[in-house]
């Protein structure tokens, strides 16, 4: 069936460094693409998503590019901040799964001042 | 906007018991769904419902009720607690399936003793 594989467990970064969350998928058809953040304390929120090959999904800063060849949405920021902090999903939804979605297990970010 | 209300926030239960968990929404969508989160496990599907009167079995449905009253609410029933239990239980609610973002409510912290 069709799967989520991300970057797991506790990704622990300082102020103004560079992140990356890898994300590959696995799926039969042309699946839509999905990072989410959760807060503590909080359920998840869309970050962004992406439907096509070569699509950028972007939202305060972070970004990923659908790649259909490689099989990836690798989440990327530039330079991040302490209220970063959160854990990322990545997530997949297409007709093979229904009406469902399919998360990685999630990234813990930590982001020390 | 809208908003996702589950109730109660947390649930302290007996090992044996039967234990309801109950979610509103008021975006007025259709489909709605409960995940279990466990810490490392990432968001796995319980149950979904794509309409009012339609139940759907998930990946984790076993030892698991649910029930879709009406358009704005859907419980869950945890037939029989696990003692030393402890999951988070999201609720979750959209206007369509596949490629639509999903909208989260806080959760409901489980702890059976």
């Known amino acids: 069936g069709d799967s989520v594989t991300q970057t797991e467990g506790q990704v622990a970064l300082s102020e103004e460094d560079f992140l990356t969350i890898h994300c590959n998928y696995s799926?039969?058809?042309?699946?839509?693409l999905f990072w989410y953040v959760q807060y503590p304390g909080e359920g998840p929120q869309l970050l962004f998503r992406?439907?096509?090959?070569?699509e950028k999904g972007s939202s305060r800063g972070f970004e990923a590019t659908y790649d259909k060849g490689t099989t990836s949405f690798h989440l990327r920021k530039a330079s991040v901040q302490e209220s970063d902090s959160a854990v990322y999903y990545c997530a997949l939804s297409d007709l093979g799964t229904g009406s469902k979605l399919s998360f990685g297990k999630g990234a813990k970010l930590t982001v020390s001042p | 906007g809208g908003i996702i209300t589950q109730t109660p926030k947390f649930l302290i239960g007996q090992e044996g018991q039967k234990l309801t968990l109950k979610c509103q929404q008021n975006?007025?969508?259709?489909?709605m769904y409960w995940y279990r989160q466990d810490s490392g496990k990432g968001l796995r599907l319980i149950y979904y419902?794509?309409?009012?009167?339609?139940?759907q079995k998930g990946d984790l449905s076993e030892g698991y009720d649910a029930s879709r009253e009406k358009k704005s609410s859907f419980s869950l029933t945890v037939t029989s607690a696990q003692k030393n239990e402890m999951a988070v239980f999201l609720c979750?609610?959209?206007?369509?399936?596949?490629?639509?973002?999903?909208?989260f409510g806080p959760g409901t912290r489980l702890t059976v003793l």
């Open positions: 992406a439907s096509r090959d070569k």
């Open positions: 979750a609610s959209s206007i369509g399936t596949v490629s639509y973002e999903q909208y």
């Open positions: 419902s794509i309409t009012e009167n339609d139940l």
């Open positions: 799926a039969s058809g042309y699946p839509t």
């Open positions: 975006f007025n969508h259709d489909t």
